[in-house]
C-alpha cells in the first residue's frame, strides 16, 4: 500500500510520524509557515516540507489523502476573544481549496473542541457545509489523546471526509489498552521518571527557577499548583493553572505552548524540558527540535499526538483496503 498523502498545516510534524508509523502511507508534501517547524521536520522527517505561507501555496499534487489541522488559537476556549472573525479561522477555506486541487479519496482535519461551540455551533455548521460542497460525506468525533496511548488528556475534534463517489462509511477508532505501571491508562511516569537522558540532548535543558518560584515549588504537591502555596506567595494568575506540577500517577494536563512554565515535574523541584514535554507528546527521544527554547515548545505544544496520529492512522489505512 502506498498511499499518497499531503500534510497542511504540518509543524514539526506530530501527526505525519503517527501516519509514518503506521506504515502505508507515503507524504509527497508537507507545508508549514513556521520557518523553525519546518527546519525541525526537514532534520527529523525528510525534505518534502515546504516553507511558505498556505495562500501561496500552488501547483499542488494530486493525492490519495490529505492530513492537517488549521491554526486553532482563533477557536480555543482558552482565547477569551475567539472569534469567527479571526483570519486565523478563515485558513480552513485554504484547506478546502487544496482539497479541490489534489482531489484527494479522503481528508482528515484536526482540530479543539471548542471549534464546536464557536459562535453557538454555526461556525462547525458552516465549515462542514463548505467540505461537503466539495463532494465529501463528514464523520466528526471528539477523541481524547489519553484514550490512545498518550499519557495526556487532550481532546480534539476529528473531521473526516470521504469522497462521495467512494460510498464508504468511516470508523473511527476505538480506545486502546495501554500499558502503564499505574493503571489502566498511560500515565506521566511511564514516559519522564527513570529516563537516564543524554547529557549531549539539547532539548533536555532544563530552566533555572527565579528565588520566587523556588520557594512557591516547594509548597506543591504532585497534581497541586499555586493554590497550595501560602497566601503570601500567591500572584494573579489564575491559582489552579499557574505552576501545576504534573501527577505521575496521571494523564498530563493538554500541553500547550507556554514555555515549560506551566508544568512542574511530578518528583523534582523544577519545570519540565522540552524533551520531556515532547514525550509526553509521545514524540520518539531522538526528534531533535530546532529553534530556541520558546520555539521548540511553541512546535512541541502545537503538535498532535504521534500515538494519536497512529492510531487515527491504522482507521483511515482499513478505509483504503476497502478502496
Same mark, same amino acid.
Given at each position: !500500500?502506498?498511499?499518497?498523502?499531503?500534510?497542511l498545516?504540518?509543524?514539526?510534524g506530530? !501527526?505525519?510520524?503517527?501516519?509514518?508509523?503506521?506504515?502505508?502511507?507515503? $507524504? #509527497?508534501l508537507?507545508?508549514?509557515?513556521?520557518?523553525?517547524?519546518?527546519?525541525?521536520?526537514?532534520?527529523?522527517?525528510?525534505?518534502?516540507?515546504?516553507?511558505?505561507?498556505?495562500?501561496?501555496? =500552488?501547483?499542488i499534487?494530486?493525492?490519495?489523502?490529505? &492530513?492537517?489541522?488549521?491554526?486553532?488559537?482563533?477557536?480555543? %476556549?482558552?482565547n477569551? =476573544?475567539?472569534?469567527?472573525?479571526?483570519?486565523?479561522? !478563515?485558513?480552513?477555506?485554504?484547506?478546502?481549496?487544496?482539497? %479541490?486541487e489534489?482531489n484527494?479519496?479522503?481528508?482528515?482535519?484536526?482540530?479543539?473542541?471548542?471549534i464546536? %461551540?464557536l459562535?453557538?455551533?454555526?461556525?462547525?455548521?458552516l465549515?462542514?457545509? *463548505?467540505?461537503?460542497?466539495?463532494? @465529501?460525506?463528514?464523520?466528526?468525533?471528539?477523541?481524547?489523546?489519553?484514550?490512545y496511548g498518550?499519557?495526556?488528556?487532550?481532546?480534539? $475534534?476529528i473531521?473526516?471526509?470521504?469522497?462521495?463517489?467512494?460510498?464508504l462509511?468511516?470508523?473511527?477508532?476505538k480506545?486502546?489498552? /495501554?500499558r502503564s =505501571?499505574y493503571?489502566? %491508562?498511560?500515565?506521566?511516569?511511564?514516559?519522564i521518571?527513570?529516563?537516564?537522558?543524554?547529557?549531549?540532548?539539547?532539548?533536555?535543558? #532544563?530552566?533555572?527557577? /527565579? *528565588?520566587?518560584?523556588?520557594k512557591r515549588?516547594?509548597? &506543591?504537591?504532585?497534581?497541586g499548583?499555586? =493554590?497550595?502555596?501560602?497566601?503570601?506567595?500567591?500572584?494573579?494568575s489564575?491559582?489552579?493553572?499557574? !505552576?501545576?506540577?504534573?501527577?505521575a500517577?496521571?494523564? /498530563?494536563?493538554t500541553? $500547550?505552548?507556554?514555555?515549560?512554565?506551566?508544568? @512542574?515535574?511530578?518528583?523534582e523541584?523544577?519545570?519540565?524540558? &522540552?524533551?520531556?514535554?515532547?514525550?509526553?507528546?509521545t @514524540?520518539?527521544?531522538?526528534?531533535?527540535?530546532?529553534? /530556541?527554547k520558546? *520555539?521548540?515548545?511553541r512546535?512541541?505544544?502545537n503538535?498532535?499526538?504521534?500515538?494519536?496520529?497512529?492510531?487515527?492512522?491504522?482507521?483511515?489505512?482499513?478505509?483504503?483496503?476497502?478502496?
Amino acid at each position: !500500500m502506498n498511499i499518497k498523502t499531503i500534510s497542511l498545516f504540518s509543524g514539526s510534524g506530530g !501527526m505525519d510520524l503517527g501516519f509514518l508509523k503506521a506504515k502505508g502511507f507515503k $507524504v #509527497i508534501l508537507a507545508n508549514d509557515f513556521n520557518k523553525e517547524a519546518c527546519a525541525s521536520y526537514k532534520l527529523n522527517i525528510g525534505d518534502h516540507v515546504v516553507h511558505e505561507d498556505i495562500r501561496k501555496l =500552488k501547483n499542488i499534487p494530486k493525492a490519495d489523502l490529505i &492530513i492537517g489541522g488549521p491554526p486553532c488559537q482563533g477557536f480555543s %476556549t482558552a482565547n477569551p =476573544k475567539r472569534a469567527f472573525n479571526d483570519p486565523r479561522n !478563515m485558513l480552513f477555506k485554504e484547506y478546502a481549496r487544496i482539497i %479541490t486541487e489534489a482531489n484527494p479519496k479522503v481528508f482528515l482535519l484536526e482540530n479543539v473542541k471548542g471549534i464546536l %461551540t464557536l459562535d453557538g455551533g454555526n461556525v462547525f455548521k458552516l465549515i462542514k457545509k *463548505e467540505f461537503e460542497s466539495l463532494g @465529501y460525506t463528514l464523520y466528526n468525533q471528539v477523541l481524547n489523546a489519553k484514550d490512545y496511548g498518550v499519557p495526556q488528556s487532550r481532546n480534539r $475534534v476529528i473531521l473526516v471526509g470521504v469522497r462521495n463517489d467512494l460510498n464508504l462509511k468511516y470508523e473511527f477508532p476505538k480506545p486502546v489498552k /495501554s500499558r502503564s =505501571k499505574y493503571g489502566k %491508562t498511560i500515565a506521566v511516569g511511564d514516559v519522564i521518571l527513570n529516563k537516564k537522558f543524554k547529557k549531549t540532548d539539547k532539548n533536555h535543558s #532544563i530552566s533555572n527557577l /527565579s *528565588e520566587l518560584n523556588t520557594k512557591r515549588i516547594k509548597h &506543591i504537591p504532585e497534581g497541586g499548583s499555586m =493554590k497550595d502555596c501560602p497566601p503570601e506567595l500567591w500572584n494573579n494568575s489564575d491559582l489552579k493553572r499557574a !505552576m501545576r506540577r504534573l501527577d505521575a500517577k496521571k494523564p /498530563s494536563h493538554t500541553i $500547550v505552548h507556554n514555555n515549560c512554565d506551566h508544568y @512542574y515535574h511530578p518528583k523534582e523541584n523544577r519545570r519540565i524540558t &522540552i524533551r520531556e514535554m515532547a514525550l509526553i507528546q509521545t @514524540y520518539p527521544e531522538d526528534y531533535i527540535f530546532v529553534g /530556541s527554547k520558546g *520555539e521548540q515548545s511553541r512546535q512541541v505544544g502545537n503538535s498532535v499526538p504521534v500515538n494519536l496520529g497512529y492510531h487515527l492512522a491504522l482507521s483511515i489505512k482499513e478505509l483504503f483496503k476497502k478502496i
